[in-house]
């Protein structure tokens, strides 16, 4: 009993230690900095360990108090509604599930015509593969050890499009 109690403290204490990313389930948006920026950036995710750890890291990186982030949370439908020119870099997290772009990504993607310029899609896959997407695409694995080199580089492809 003592170990699955201290199981469950361990996952309170991550949930809230990644509270600036959005809650599995909840679906919410977050955001930092001021809306009316020039340099804005919109960050679709979902709620694994890896993403929210690797999110919180970008959003570190790239918050600079000149840069709006707006996080949306992908798997909820938080891309819908979204307009690509909107901002100035579009970066989304994906799980490469079966060597798939997940459906409500994919079909985002295909509802945005040729406004996909400014997007980065990066997705967690141990093998290599090529998604089958015309944006700028990057895959890594869902390495927790790797987590800072992995952050730092798609932190540099998001700076470059600012």
């Known amino acids: ?12 204490g991550l949930f809230f230690a990644v509270g600036d990313i959005p809650a599995g389930g909840s679906g919410e948006t977050q955001q930092a900095g001021d809306p009316s920026s020039a340099r804005r950036v919109l960050i679709a ?6 993403k929210n750890s690797l999110v919180k890291k970008i959003v570190e990186l790239l ?7 707006k996080i949306v949370d992908h798997s909820k439908k938080g891309l819908e509604g979204e307009d ?7 970066f989304i997290t994906n799980s490469g599930a079966s060597a798939r772009v997940r459906p409500a990504v994919m079909n985002w993607l295909d509802s945005i015509g040729g406004k996909d310029k400014n997007i980065i899609l990066h997705t967690t896959q141990i093998t290599v593969w090529d998604p089958p997407v015309k944006v ?7 390495s927790m050890t790797d987590l800072e080199p992995i952050a730092k ?5 998001i700076r470059r499009l600012l």
């Open 1 to 12: 009993m003592t170990k699955y109690f201290f199981l469950f403290s361990m996952l309170i």
């Open 45 to 50: 995710t979902e709620n694994t360990q890896f």
């Open 63 to 69: 918050d600079d108090g000149k840069t709006y982030i």
């Open 84 to 90: 690509p020119a909107a901002y100035s870099a579009v």
């Open 136 to 142: 700028d695409s990057v895959t890594s694995a869902s």
């Open 153 to 157: 580089n798609l932190t540099e492809k």
